[in-house]
């Protein structure tokens, strides 16, 4: 795990541009620096030593130093690689497992990337053919962005490297923006940045001698065709996946430990981990919460106790008035609530391991979200006439208050009746714009000079399009949506950054993409059944788990957090939003802004989660586009 960085063209011979990249990258790779130059491109790399401790600096070369590389990730099947590529005559520089890369591409070229099954954003130049392939791993845990000027490209692990090369580009995307408030994410190619770019998940760069960057895809999820056996069939068959994954996920030459919130996802991967996988006194860590109704720590301590973890807790008081600008800086883009969780459960593990075991991805293979059933329920509730829906069913619902937590049954009702109107893709989008800015809100804060920019710019589109590239079950449909823009570009964006703001590599074992391929051909009735979710990881968690812990209500602070810390939030509100820079640089407009946030506190509507996006937004704003402090802002 590391930070990488790169210019192809145009190239300072003295190395100080790359040296100010890597020196905003320095807190992913606290033990180490190496650079690379030869005149025609620069590669550099910041390291966080986790194999070869002491062969494995970069960037790597091959024997005649004509092949360069930086990876940023892990290579899980290196040591199967690497025995092939020994038998095949291939000689090795390091033990590092990123060096087979340089080995499969002599062998096999760019199709090198069939091979791979990790975790991995790399950059390699041939020298001798003034040529760089570039890739980012198949569901997009590791970033990659880049810019394409005139005169160079250059690329980095994270948008403030880039930044570092050239202020410049500073100025704001207002279509990043837009997805960003209609979504609570921003996918690829976007990023807040007007000129930065986001390379997508599975997808791979290319650059020819003289030549502009080419992008395509290598890999794609498939859905079909469907497998076939008993429903226990299938579950020794997930079993197995997993623990595969797990033991690929487990190598390392520095101890590695394991997230423990109490959900399903880590308390699942605990408990094989112990049991299946044979790992002693594995090392656990939890934050606990001085809230009840959102503290999962007294399941996370009983799933330890169950498996003999050496476990590691820490109860704290969450509060954003300070932390706020830190989340920001380290995810470069306008945070989420999911970061403050993230940011101090890493920061926790530091002190004790430098490798730590996730459940990222649990939700999107398995159906974990209400969304997944709710839009099922959508489709029925539109068969009901829509005349007697608009004029009886609809006035009735504008009855119930709409004030509270988010997802009240007053609420979800709405939601409901207003997806009953839609299908398809426009209908998944729909189902998470509706808590946040749908277009009329949009329409409403955005000013008449912003929405002339955006033009025609759908920022659902980049749901709706791989909803609606998958034909047949909504189900796969949905799960598919979100494996290619939701999971890279919100919490797996989020796990990365928050991990390596601390010096930390996180792994998703559920994220292995060969698991993910079985999943996505098993059967959607096995995902989502009723209002089951997670109907066949959930009958696999009952070996393991007991039923107090399998079967409790999912917790979780990250969404509740404005009504958690309703306060502070009010201070958060006064000091963002009541003298918005956004409003004085007419981006938005102040009056609907003003309506908001006044109907919120007045609790005639629930508008928690779009004054979060707000308030996110303007803090970014003030620190990545004004130029303020950090300590300014907070």
């Known amino acids: 795990m590391c930070g990488i960085a790169g210019i192809v063209g145009t190239v300072d011979p ?23 130059a030869d005149g025609r491109a620069i590669l550099g790399h910041r390291r966080l030593s986790i194999i070869d401790l002491h062969g494995g600096r970069q960037p790597l070369h091959n024997v005649e130093k004509t092949l360069w590389l930086v990876c940023n990730g892990e290579i899980y099947n290196y040591q199967e690689l690497r025995a092939e590529l020994i038998a095949d005559g291939h000689q090795f520089v390091t033990h590092s ?4 890369i340089i080995g499969l591409y002599e062998r096999y070229g760019d199709k090198l990337l069939d091979r791979l099954r990790g975790m991995f954003a790399f950059a ?3 020298s001798r053919e003034q040529r760089m392939l570039a890739a980012r791993d198949h569901l997009g845990q590791k970033p990659f962005f880049y810019i394409d000027q005139k005169d160079r490209f250059a690329f980095g692990s994270e948008i403030k490297s880039l930044l570092a090369l050239d202020p410049k580009l500073r100025v704001m995307n207002v279509k990043a923006l837009e997805q960003y408030l209609a979504l ?5 190619p976007l990023t807040m940045y007007k000129d930065v770019h986001k390379l997508p998940p599975g997808h791979k760069l290319t650059m020819e001698r003289g030549g502009r960057p080419s992008i395509e895809p290598y890999w794609d999820l498939s859905f079909g065709p469907k497998v076939q056996g008993s429903e226990e069939d299938l579950i020794d068959e997930l079993d197995a ?20 919130s109490g959900g399903l996802d880590s308390s699942l991967l605990v408990a094989m981990l112990s ?6 006194n594995l090392p656990t860590f939890t934050i606990g919460l001085p809230y009840q109704r959102f503290d999962e720590a007294p399941y996370a301590r009983a799933v330890a106790k169950m498996y003999g973890t050496e476990h590691h807790e820490l109860t704290i008081n969450p509060s954003l008035t300070e932390i706020l600008p830190d989340l920001i800086y380290h995810l470069d883009e306008p945070s989420d609530p999911l970061s403050l969780c993230a940011y101090h459960v890493s920061r926790f593990a530091r002190q004790t391991v430098k490798v730590v075991i996730g459940g990222d991805g649990g939700d999107e293979l398995f159906g974990g979200y209400d969304r997944y059933y709710g839009n099922l329920y959508a489709g029925h509730y539109g068969r009901i006439p829509a005349a007697l829906r608009n004029h009886v069913l609809g006035p009735a619902l504008s009855l119930v208050p709409a004030s509270g937590w988010y997802k009240s049954k007053g609420n979800q009702m709405r939601w409901l009746h207003r997806l009953s109107f839609l299908s398809g893709g426009e209908r998944y989008a729909a189902s998470l714009s509706y808590f946040y800015f749908d277009k009329a809100m949009r329409d409403s804060l955005l000013s008449a000079r912003t929405r002339a920019e955006l033009g025609d710019f759908d920022p659902e589109g980049v749901l709706k399009v791989p ?4 034909s047949g079950d909504p189900v796969d449909r949905m799960l598919y949506a979100d494996s290619k823009v939701r999971l890279p570009d919100h919490p797996v964006m989020i796990s990365d950054r928050m991990s390596m703001a601390h010096g930390v590599e996180a792994r998703s074992p559920f994220m292995d993409h060969r698991l993910a391929e079985f999943t996505a051909k098993l059967p959607s009735s096995l995902k989502v059944r009723g209002r089951t979710l997670r109907y066949i990881q959930r009958k696999l968690a009952a070996r393991y788990l007991t039923p107090e812990i399998l079967n409790r209500p999912k917790q979780g602070f990250s969404s509740a957090l404005p009504y958690i810390l309703r306060n502070e939030y009010r201070s958060l509100y006064d000091r ?7 409003v004085r640089a007419g981006i938005f407009e102040r009056k609907p802004l003003e309506a908001l946030l006044a109907s919120h506190l007045a609790g005639h509507e629930d508008h928690g989660n779009r004054l979060w996006l707000l308030i996110n937004t303007e803090a970014w704003y003030r620190m990545t586009i004004l130029g303020e402090s950090q300590r300014a802002v907070a």
Do not use: N
Not at 16 to 34: N, Q, S
Not at 275 to 280: D, E, F, N, P, S
């Open 467 to 470: 909803y609606d590239a998958l």
């Open 97 to 100: 497992d990123c060096e087979v």
């Open 241 to 260: 996946r997993i623990v595969e994954s797990l033991r690929l996920h487990m190598v390392s030459d520095v101890r590695v430990g394991a997230f423990l």
């Open 576 to 582: 963002y939003l009541r003298d918005s820079e956004l």
């Open 275 to 280: 049991k299946r996988v044979g790992v002693q």
């Open 14 to 36: 003295s190395g100080a541009d790359m040296r100010r990249m890597l020196a905003a990258l320095t807190h992913r790779g606290p033990d180490g620096e190496g650079i690379f």
């Open 184 to 188: 609570r994410l921003i996918g690829p």
């Open 124 to 126: 390699l130049w041939d």
